[in-house]
């Protein structure tokens, strides 16, 4: 039986950001790992995190000037949502949730997450992590939180876009696809997948796009310059329906960045600061609930 791998942590020493964040600024997408002692990882997960708790966690966010999160739950925690939910029940407000949810979930279940702050649930069909979700089990959980008001967050392998696209146009919920469609910067933003990313974005106005994930996309490191183009173009496609994250811990990430580098590069692809706040303040507000 082969072990479950031991992924890198977080850089720990934060820098604090030229960039001020505007009042509001929400982190859209960032995740808490444990501390395993309270919230065990799932027994077949792919990898193995460090511990980054909610203290960590909020430290971070004090350092960077964030004023809201909304945190994913992780692939390495399974269907334990406490990680999210705890954290959202501690945080006046602050938090909202994107949970992990299987076929065998009760509707009380569901009920549940949503009455303790979770939006939406996510889908990762990565075939490196072997979790890609079959689309039977996929379409019958779409069907179920819909009367919730959930949306769906899709991650997807590179180059898979055009594939999925058919079907997430037939959805009858809202979705948000991560990390710009995990599209190589090397690629650029004529290739023809990214532009299928652009047209789902500029045509279905169920389509909401993160742009997060440049430390991944990117083959030069920070700041990331060669992957602004692709966060530019995003932007310019739907300024109403983008949001921005730190991705933080950055699970599975050879190259570390320092978070203060994903705020720094953000008028490098939005210069104008009424864009600025649709990205950062107003859209995730209208998409999560955030209270004004």
């Not at 789902?200 to 993160?210: G, N, P, Q, S």
């Not at 490191?221 to 933080?248: H, K, M, N, Q, Y």
């Not at 050879?254 to 303040?281: E, G, H, T």
Request: proline fraction near 10%; glycine fraction near 8%; charge should be negative.
């Amino acid at each position: 039986m082969l072990e479950t791998p031991t992924i890198a942590g977080p850089d720990p020493n934060t820098r604090t950001p030229r960039f001020q964040l505007p009042p509001g600024a929400c982190d859209a997408h960032c995740h808490i790992f444990g501390p395993a002692t309270r919230y065990p990882y799932a027994p077949g997960r792919s990898y193995t995190p460090p511990d980054a708790p909610l203290e960590m966690f909020q430290a971070l966010h004090a350092t960077l000037g964030v004023s809201r999160a909304v945190i994913v739950n992780a692939s390495c925690h399974g269907d334990d949502n406490r990680p999210v939910t705890d954290a959202i029940a501690q945080s006046g407000g602050r938090y909202r949730g994107i949970a992990n949810v299987s076929p065998g979930i009760s509707d009380r279940a569901l009920e549940d997450l949503a009455r303790s702050g979770i939006d939406g649930c996510r889908f990762t069909f990565l075939k490196r992590l072997g979790q890609a979700m079959d689309l039977e089990s996929f379409h019958g959980i779409v069907e179920r939180i819909a009367p919730l008001g959930w949306h769906v967050d899709i991650y997807l392998d590179p180059h898979t876009v055009a594939d999925f696209a058919p079907m997430l146009r037939q959805l009858k919920v809202a979705y948000v696809i991560d990390h710009m469609g995990t599209h190589p910067a090397v690629d650029g933003v004529a290739h023809p997948n990214f532009q299928a990313l652009l047209d789902l974005l500029r045509r279905d106005e169920k389509c909401w796009v993160k742009v997060t994930g440049l430390e991944r996309s990117s083959t030069t490191g920070a700041p990331f310059a060669d992957a602004v183009p692709l966060a530019a173009a995003l932007i310019e496609a739907a300024p109403d329906r983008v949001l921005w994250g730190t991705d933080w811990p950055h699970p599975n990430l050879k190259r570390m960045p320092n978070d203060a580098d994903l705020v720094d590069v953000i008028p490098s692809y939005v210069s104008d600061a009424d864009l600025q706040l649709k990205l950062l303040v107003d859209n995730p507000a209208r998409l999560f609930g955030f209270a004004p």
